[in-house]
Every structure is written in C-alpha cells, then in structure tokens.
C-alpha cells in the first residue's frame, strides 16, 4: 500500500513529459528565439516530433531550481 501523496508529487504525475516551445518560453518568462539562443548554448534540449518543437520538462524545473542536480547538459 502506498503512502499519501502531496498535492506536489500528484501535480508531477499529472504534467506532460514535454511541452510546446511557445508554452516553454511563456512558463519560463522569455522569447521563443531566447529560448533557441540557449538551446543552442545547452542551456536547453529541443526535442523534434514532426513538424512541432517541445522542451523537456525536466530542463524547465532545472531553469527554474538551478541546484546541481537539477542541472541539464
């Protein structure tokens, strides 16, 4: 049996694994062509379905808590 979870883990399981370039640059409060400057920097992974662009959450949450851990590249 599992133990109760917090509303935060609940949020987590819930979230897509990537999202679109435009909503990254929005969540993350800058432009789409920032966005691109840092992905080609390595600050950030662009990962290509078709035609579309997304952005790995897990590189948003390191952008957003900067801790060693969290670090993308």
Known sequence: M???QSPIDIARM???AMIRISSAAIMLGISRS???RRASDGQFNIIKRGS????P????DAWLDPSEE????
Not at 57 to 60: A, E, G, P, V, Y
Not at 70 to 73: E, I, Q, T, Y
């Open 70 to 73: 969290n670090m993308v590249g």
């Open 34 to 36: 920032t966005l691109y």
């Open 2 to 4: 599992m133990g109760k």
């Open 52 to 55: 579309m662009s997304y952005v």
């Open 57 to 60: 959450m897990k590189d948003i």
């Open 14 to 16: 819930q979230r897509p």
